[in-house]
């Protein structure tokens, strides 16, 4: 069962490879569209030749990494599970996509389903309604030039995590002396490339009764209105410690649980894709539609990323005893800072969510508040994040359809009621938030210099024999070690860690926020493995 859950955590952190380079090119997008509303930048902007041919240059590039996405989450996929020669598991990857999504074309073909045969014309020449016409054709895309299902970032998961379960079986794989040129990791692509397009051909005929079920779904959360995001923001919170949070947010971002639209006939799935896609083809897409999808977006996290957290850390700040209030100082401010500018709240949340359980169900209920509210509020801020850059990008350049004073509204109301509920929490329950720790946890969590730190954290995961394997999400050290009896939480948080967090039997956590990269970058240097 714990190896299952490591599983599950790898693949939640790989997961965030292509959601990093989409959050960016997300920030580009806003900033273009907001160039080119002449209620913004006035008319006389909006009919200057150069600048405009550079913004949709701008728009081009940020709308073709929008739909070639599921490419993007097959290689991640595969690449945050191999075992071992990760880029053979990526380019097996992109083999094992296109032969998938051949094998659902040939078996469409079969059934006399092209793209000529299913387009809304075509369809209504054969006596369907137009609606219903609209819809069907809907169901299929062209992808890397194949005809095939709209299967979305699903279809790319599929592929990333079937290949690189061919992957881990054979890529030691030896062959007979006369054909050995082919074994071993080469092996791997031939493979992928015989089994595949069978995975296809039986994904094409059962695809209509996965999507029905997965429309069934979103329809139900539909349904829900403003409880499915409260459910939905809650739950992200209380999902942080795990890790865990990733799959839900990649699930409503990029499913039809966050939402369906239909743009020039095909359908666009998932809360992202649509805010994304509304972007890209302005008034393509109705704004109550968009509405729906930005529910789960970053308009739900900003009154807590900018306002309460930053208020919470004020609190434990306060409570921290006179003699610590200079270390829990940097602390606090930093993770603020981050909270504040760029909605990643790890560095704060792990000073509190495993010391104190009201703490953590009293920030993830107010977080699922949020959430809730800013739906009723009927914001239409998109993106990932939640912080300042996503508000001015997304909210105060997107003009006043975007309604997003009210974040602003309720980040004001929240700070006193994080400030005094964290601060009434802590000392009547006597919580050891930073600077409130018992005498002997102090004497130990003295932190290291940074010239020592490498080492330290070395030692803290029981040596360099005792290391498997080093990576790193947005703020967490992902390790993979032999024994985690010889893992010493408190050497690790000598070193500036957060928390430490033990997935499995094999794999470890250290949470050290957006610095982590270069920690991650620091350690495998000295393991000789960078």
Request: with cysteine.
């Amino acid at each position: 069962m714990k190896e299952f859950a490591s599983k599950i955590h790898a693949f939640g952190k790989a997961l965030m490879m292509p959601i990093s380079v989409i959050a960016a090119a997300g920030i580009f997008l806003g900033v273009a569209a907001a160039m080119q509303n002449p209620a913004i930048t006035g008319d006389a902007f909006a009919n200057l030749h150069v600048p405009q041919l550079i913004i949709g240059f701008i728009r081009k590039v940020a709308g073709a990494l929008f739909a070639n996405l599921p490419v993007f989450f097959a290689v991640a996929s595969a690449i945050g599970l191999a075992k071992a020669e990760k880029p053979t598991a990526a380019f097996a990857a992109v083999i094992g996509f296109i032969a998938m999504h051949v094998g659902v074309s040939a078996t469409l073909g079969a059934q006399g389903l092209t793209a000529a045969t299913t387009t809304p014309e075509a369809l209504q020449a054969k006596g369907m309604a137009q609606t219903a016409a609209m819809m069907t054709s809907a169901e299929y895309i062209e992808m890397l030039g194949i005809f095939t299902y709209n299967m979305s970032v699903l279809g790319g998961v599929i592929a990333g995590l079937l290949t690189v379960m061919i992957h881990n079986r054979f890529y030691t794989t030896q062959l007979p002396a006369a054909i050995g040129f082919f074994g071993g990791r080469r092996f791997v692509p031939i493979v992928t490339v015989l089994v595949l397009p069978l995975v296809g051909v039986l994904l094409a005929m059962i695809w209509p009764t996965i999507g029905a079920g997965i429309a069934w779904v979103g329809e139900l959360i539909g349904k829900s209105g403003q409880y499915g995001a409260f459910l939905y923001g809650a739950s992200e919170r209380l999902l942080i410690p795990t890790g865990l949070h990733h799959i839900l947010n990649e699930t409503v971002r990029f499913t039809p649980i966050g939402g369906i639209a239909t743009v020039d006939n095909q359908t666009i799935v998932g809360a992202l894709n649509i805010f994304n896609n509304a972007l890209t083809h302005p008034g393509s897409i109705p704004d109550d539609t968009v509405r729906s999808a930005t529910q789960f977006l970053a308009q739900g996290k900003i009154p807590v990323m900018m306002f309460g957290l930053p208020a919470a850390a004020l609190a434990m700040y306060h409570c921290a005893r006179p003699e610590h209030k200079q270390r829990v100082k940097a602390l606090v401010l930093a993770g603020a800072l981050t909270s504040f500018t760029t909605g990643i709240t790890e560095p704060l949340e792990f000073c509190f969510i495993f010391v104190s359980p009201v703490l953590y169900l009293f920030h993830a209920v107010l977080s699922g508040l949020s959430f809730m509210l800013m739906s009723m509020m009927h914001l239409m801020i998109g993106n990932v994040q939640g912080g300042a850059i996503d508000l001015v990008v997304f909210g105060i350049l997107g003009g006043s359809k975007t309604h997003w004073w009210w974040s602003i509204v309720l980040g004001l109301i929240y700070v006193p009621i994080y400030y005094y509920g964290f601060r009434m929490v802590i000392m009547r329950m006597n919580v050891e938030t930073p600077g409130r720790e018992s005498e002997e946890a102090e004497t130990e969590t003295t932190r290291v210099s940074a010239d020592e730190r490498t080492r330290v954290i070395i030692s803290g995961l029981g040596g360099e024999a005792n290391i498997e394997d080093v990576d790193c999400c947005f703020t967490r050290l992902r390790v993979r070690v032999k024994e985690m009896k010889e893992v010493v939480d408190q050497t690790l948080m000598t070193t500036g860690a957060n928390g430490v967090n033990r997935v499995s039997d094999h794999d470890v956590q250290v949470i050290y926020g957006p610095q982590v990269e270069k920690i991650a970058n620091e350690v495998k240097t000295a393991l000789g493995v960078a």
